[in-house]
């Protein structure tokens, strides 16, 4: 909830609270009490939902090229065996993305959202999109 939504709910309980902005900070609270993300988590969240997808895309190529045995994740791997590497993909990839619409609603609450997202924006460009576009391009370049 909003921290400033208290102090601005009306007498009649029937009537919505009004708009409130927090001074000085960087979020600000919609006519429900909800505190918006902020344009930096917004971005961040943005960044790390793209490299969800990109990392998505190069592995349903590299998987359609190579077979599931080139999946690094184990996990991902296993439910790629029971569901079909597509679905599981598509699953995955939309879980994700989910989770990461919800942390950013979640982020004026949250105070190590941002560097976290950070952290799993280099880690995925680290562990995963980079591995897989060298990996497709190597290919394609030989």
Same mark, same amino acid.
């Given at each position: 909830?909003?921290?400033? &939504? #208290? ?9 919505? @609270? ?12 919609? @006519? ?11 971005a961040l969240g943005? +960044?790390? &939902?793209?490299?969800?997808? #990109? ?18 994740? #184990? ?11 597509? @679905? &599981? ?9 989910? %989770? ?6 979640? #982020?004026?609450?949250?105070?190590? %959202?941002?560097? &976290? ?11 995963? +999109?980079?591995p897989w576009t060298?990996?497709? %391009? ?5």
């Amino acid at each position: 909830m909003c921290p400033t &939504a #208290a102090k601005t709910l009306p007498a009649d309980l029937g009537q919505r @609270p009004s708009l409130s902005v927090i001074v000085g900070g960087k979020s600000s609270c919609t @006519p429900s009490g909800f505190a918006l993300p902020s344009k930096d988590i917004i971005a961040l969240g943005s +960044v790390l &939902a793209l490299l969800q997808l #990109a990392d998505g895309v190069l592995t349903g190529i590299g998987i359609f090229n190579y077979g599931v045995s080139m999946e690094g994740n #184990a996990l991902l791997r296993a439910l790629m065996g029971l569901v079909g590497w597509m @679905p &599981a993909l598509i699953l995955v990839k939309g879980l994700s993305i989910g %989770l990461v619409a919800i942390l950013c609603h979640q #982020a004026s609450s949250i105070k190590w %959202l941002r560097p &976290a997202f950070c952290g799993v924006i280099v880690l995925y460009l680290m562990m995963a +999109v980079v591995p897989w576009t060298y990996i497709l %391009l190597s290919d394609l370049l030989a």
